[in-house]
């Protein structure tokens, strides 16, 4: 029976749909994209499935998609051969929101219709924009390996409710049919879509198909044939000098699923001993769940252009994890499994060579473009600091990337470079001189840093959670050692004058009989007193031995119930 059932969207699915039809409205011409791409990966997926078994093609392996318009009841249909869904995946794919963040995505909404409408580009709300051309969407749709009968129509007009029934469908795949809105009429003109799917779609690798414009007398007594209006290859596989930096952006909201342009792209083939091609993309923003280390991460696989594997989090380490892209090779196997990636020594030698080509593309984006550069810096620098602890081998690399805040500036931004540092560095200075504290303030005012102010020495100012962590694993940089301006027995060796020793040295003699005094008082609080060059103003401080976990750290353990 046709079982036909109403259901209501999840919440954040309807908040969403309300917000996208109202925020998106400058630039609706990206549904088409959105749809499209949804195609495109219905197509990927059932080459993967097929992999196994062939009979899911039905004989019709030839994958594409068709756009075509009824100019009288006012539709525009978008239909594929591809993988199709269930009646249970329709519902679910159709009805909620699955990608993790949703609340806290919500939650950051303004309500100023610019602002949002940026979030929700960074959210990327794919199927749900078609309601931004059209008030009613009929989704028809057939599981490849399912039988005609147990096909799929779900309905809605984008409000509250959407309703399923179990309707027949001959073709597998998915047919997508928009109403379109009264003030949508442009998207019912066929130059008008031609030339959107040029912009946005052409490096989708299956064919779009629309039907020939009859021009000539002659060609109306014809029947009616297909042309194929994009590239259809896919796009890594094309030379770097043919493809434009649009496409390269279009491309990159392709695989990303990401509305924003990405902020620099690096495309390379290798051939020798592994060959393959990859095509990796810094993001202009971070995801919500940058900071859950099981979050989504890695590249979508390819193996000889047959799509594998969406997340493959084996070729790039943990800190570069907001790297998107495409990996393809020619060397795996097309049954390649996560288990067997986990294994395959080669996946090491291609993940040491893409770790590599990300740290070269971002001292490029430092070195040539600085303003990307701190945009990025802001995004991802918290992410990129766990680098040292977890590379060993690219920790030089990963340390010249850092950005600090330091007294030179006295501002909270992280916008100095250790190389910048060095090149302020006192005569006679061998050392980098840095302060962790919980947060700004108390780092740039901390008493510790009197003597290095009266000097003129440079402390870079470090507040973040991480940091402790990374100076942890940090020893030097081009053969300077750090030093932690708030840890023992502070040695400013050369930048002491003869005559600053001496006086020193006479002070302490005169001092030890106050300082035995402090040090009965303090008895059972502290280790140790001694006389200090390090204040001019304050009159004492705590001071945490040299080999002393910092308070910084101490702090982080406590908090996680250690
Ligand atoms: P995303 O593409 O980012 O997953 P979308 O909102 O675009 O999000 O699509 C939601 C889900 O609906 C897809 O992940 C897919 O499972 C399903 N879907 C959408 N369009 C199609 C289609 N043409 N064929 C098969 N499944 C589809
Ligand atoms: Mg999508």
Redesign the pocket.
Known sequence: DAHKETLGFQTEAKQLLHLMIHSLYSNREIFLR??I???S??AD?LRFEALENDSLYEGDSDLKVRVSVDKEARTLTIS?N????SRD?VIE??GTIA?SGTAQFLKNLTGDQKKDSKLIGQF?????SAFIVADKVVVT?RKAGFPASEAVRWESAGEAEFSVETVEKADR??S?ELHLRSDADEFADDWRLRSIIKKYSDHIDIPVLMQKLQTSEEDKDKAPEDEVVNTATALWTRSRSDISDEEYKEFYKHVS?DYADPLTWSHNRVEGKLDYTSLLYVPEHAPFDLYNRDGARGLKLYVQRTFIMDDAEQFLPLYLRFIKGVVDSNDLSLNVSREILQKDPNIDTMRTALTKRVLDMLTKMAKNEPEQYAKFWTEFGQVLKEGPAEDFANREKIAKLLRFASTHTDKPEQDQSLDDYISRMQEGQDKIYYIAAENFNTAKNSPHLEVFRKKGIEVLLMFDRVDEWLMSHLMEYDGKSFQDAGKGELDLGKLDSEDEKQAQEKQAEELKPLLERVKKALENDVAEVRITHRLTESPACVVVAEHEMGAQMRRILEQAGQ
């Open positions: 959105e749809l791409s949804n195609a990966d219905a997926k594929d591809g993988i199709g869904m995946e794919h159709l990608k990327g709300v794919g199927f749900y749709t795949g998915t997508i699923h």
